[in-house]
């Protein structure tokens, strides 16, 4: 096997952390990102003088269904054959019920969900025998919430794809798996009000988020255990139980 990995959103919070992990256990991987240049050289310069040859940095939007082709392409042109996707850049939109906008809609859809499917039909040929997928679901995909209806409902079709996609991936052997983090502090998360997380703290079991760093065993699990497929893991602190 290649030990190569293509991971999504590879530069900040969870995929950052993932990233990591992976280089620590020796894998190589490309790191792609949507709009924040100055941080994803900075984080690939930053890998690059600890892992060095190891990393390779790809601008693709997750939004844009073209970012499929240019993903693919970078691939080829770089003899890089995957033996692991993980798919974990994802999107959301606020708005309130009445204000939704179907292309902010389909725009969550499109990176969510879209995006993933033909990400993957696309690289299935050239993926791996025996290679892995692991999806960033969501606790919020399991819990409906409040905040946004698109994330809500592309977060529940993420871990339905996920148990879907293991027969059509099983010719190859192609595992596939999801996390479902609760609440993990990020800058996704750091942007809301001091109350509101003082708020989830107090429904959360541990009364406190989780770090990116923490969260790396379980996507490692997902990765190095032969035997894991079509499983949605929580790790949610214990908010289920609140
Ligand atoms: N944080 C949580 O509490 C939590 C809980 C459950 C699930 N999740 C899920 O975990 C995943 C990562 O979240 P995070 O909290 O780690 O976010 P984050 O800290 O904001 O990092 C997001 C990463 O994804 C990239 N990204 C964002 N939009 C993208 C796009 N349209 N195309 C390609 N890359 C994009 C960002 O690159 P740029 O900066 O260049 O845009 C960045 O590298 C998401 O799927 C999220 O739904 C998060």
């Known amino acids: 096997m290649s030990n190569s990995a293509l991971i999504t959103g590879a530069t900040k919070g969870i995929g950052k952390a993932v990233c990591e992990r992976l280089l620590k256990e020796g894998m190589s991987v490309v790191m792609t990102y949507s709009f924040d240049d100055a941080t994803a050289r900075q984080v690939s310069r930053e890998f690059e003088d600890r892992f060095p040859g190891k990393t390779k940095l790809l601008r693709a939007d997750i939004s844009d269904l073209q970012s499929i082709e240019v993903i693919a392409s970078f691939l080829s042109e770089h003899h890089i054959t995957l033996s692991c996707v993980v798919f974990n850049a994802g999107m959301t939109d606020r708005s309130d019920f009445l204000q939704i906008e179907p292309d902010n809609w389909l725009r969550v859809f499109n990176a969510n969900i879209h995006f993933p499917v033909f990400l993957m039909q696309k690289l299935y040929p050239v993926f791996e025998e025996g290679g892995c997928v692991v999806f960033t679901g969501s606790l919020m995909g399991i819990h409906p919430h409040s905040v946004s209806l698109a994330y809500g409902v592309t977060k529940a079709s993420v871990h339905a794809l996920v148990k879907n996609l293991v027969k059509f991936l099983a010719g190859k052997k192609v595992r596939v798996n999801a ?52 499983e949605i893991v929580v790790c949610d602190g214990g908010y289920s139980y609140c």
């Open 179 to 230: 996390v479902a983090p609760g609440f993990v502090d990020t800058e996704w998360q750091k942007t809301k009000p001091v109350e509101i997380r003082d708020n989830i703290n107090r429904k959360l079991a541990l009364g406190r988020f989780c770090t990116p760093e923490e969260l790396t065993d379980v996507y490692w699990l997902l990765i190095n255990n032969k035997y894991m497929n079509g």
